[in-house]
């Protein structure tokens, strides 16, 4: 059975990519490297595990890798929440254009599965914490999660409309290694520069969810494998949530530092869309039969002890 995995060179598609590479399956990488690196997965390609294409999917010359497909794993997108409030028409395009694009050709080769990677900002900002998969009104307050949400309509119409099958994944906050933004990696290059002071944006009490990636891998191919009906849709985190401060703290200890100065940029938000409360609830896949036991604080000590290695 082929695959296909759009940006499978970035942080959480070349982990998907280790994990498939371990199953056996056979693997196309669709990626235009324009925030992935190639050495996440070169080891892969010198060995001839999988075939690397690169190409943007809002270019052409790349549909022709759809015929024969039995599944497509999208993964690419623009994940920079706080860079959406400054420029909203390249997110647009990398997101929601980008993935219509997709399932149009999808369509033309009769693709018959497509997992796609979504995100807890669809919910906006829930009044019910942990917040379940039939939480409504969905109402995002950035246009990252306005464009995901679009994204998640679009490939249902295109599944219901076309007969093809798909598994709509919303994710906390994934970290970990290989990572090149978010709190975390920011906090870490910020202390690298200056370790004695911190700037952390918002009031520091903005309390979310966090996952490292490996789990987060584990529970995607879990669910498409078990999960069955034509739309399936499942939040993907961890069972309890951690402030930024905290956030700060565990950082602080992981990079054996003291006596660091934070200073606050104030408010409760960090930036433009961001939500200040987020635990997702995961009660929906763990039904399906999915372990998660991997906390918030447990995630974040690993995710900066990778970046250390």
């Given at each position: ?10 942080f ?16 196309v ?14 080891g ?29 794993w ?13 420029t ?24 018959p ?24 009104p ?30 709509l ?61 034509r ?5 993907i985190?961890?069972?309890?949530w951690v ?8 950082i ?12 606050f940029t104030?408010?409760e ?17 763990q ?8 906390g918030?604080?447990e ?11």
């Amino acid at each position: 059975m082929l695959h296909v995995v759009t940006g499978g060179a970035g942080f959480i598609g070349s982990h998907l990519v280790d994990a498939l590479v371990k199953e056996g399956k056979n693997i196309v990488v669709i990626d235009s490297l324009s925030s992935g690196d190639i050495k996440h997965i070169s080891g892969h390609i010198e060995k001839g595990l999988i075939r690397f294409v690169k190409a943007d999917l809002l270019g052409s010359g790349w549909q022709d890798e759809l015929k024969g497909v039995e599944r497509v794993w999208h993964i690419a997108a623009d994940p920079d929440v706080r860079q959406g409030g400054l420029t909203p028409s390249h997110q647009v395009e990398n997101n929601l254009i980008a993935t219509t694009r997709l399932l149009e050709a999808m369509r033309v080769h009769r693709v018959p599965e497509i997992v796609f990677t979504s995100t807890s900002t669809v919910y906006g900002e829930a009044k019910v914490i942990p917040t379940p998969e039939d939480y409504t009104p969905l109402e995002p307050i950035s246009v990252y999660g306005a464009t995901k949400l679009a994204c998640e309509a679009m490939i249902s119409a295109y599944c219901h409309s076309f007969n093809m099958q798909c598994w709509l994944f919303r994710f906390a906050n994934i970290i970990g290694e290989r990572s090149n933004h978010g709190v975390i990696w920011d906090f870490v290059h910020k202390l690298k520069k200056d370790p004695n002071r911190l700037e952390i944006l918002g009031n520091g009490k903005q309390t979310k969810s966090y996952l490292i990636v490996s789990e987060c891998v584990d529970a995607i191919i879990f669910g498409s494998d078990k999960a069955k009906e034509r739309v399936n849709t499942y939040n993907i985190g961890s069972p309890d949530w951690v402030s930024v401060t905290d956030i700060a703290d565990i950082i602080v200890t992981e990079m054996g530092l003291s006596g660091v100065q934070y200073n606050f940029t104030g408010g409760e938000r960090g930036w433009v869309g961001d939500v200040p409360l987020m635990q997702l609830s995961i009660e929906k896949i763990q039904k399906l039969g999915f372990v998660s036991s991997t906390g918030s604080r447990e995630s974040v000590s690993s995710a900066v002890r990778a970046m250390f290695r």
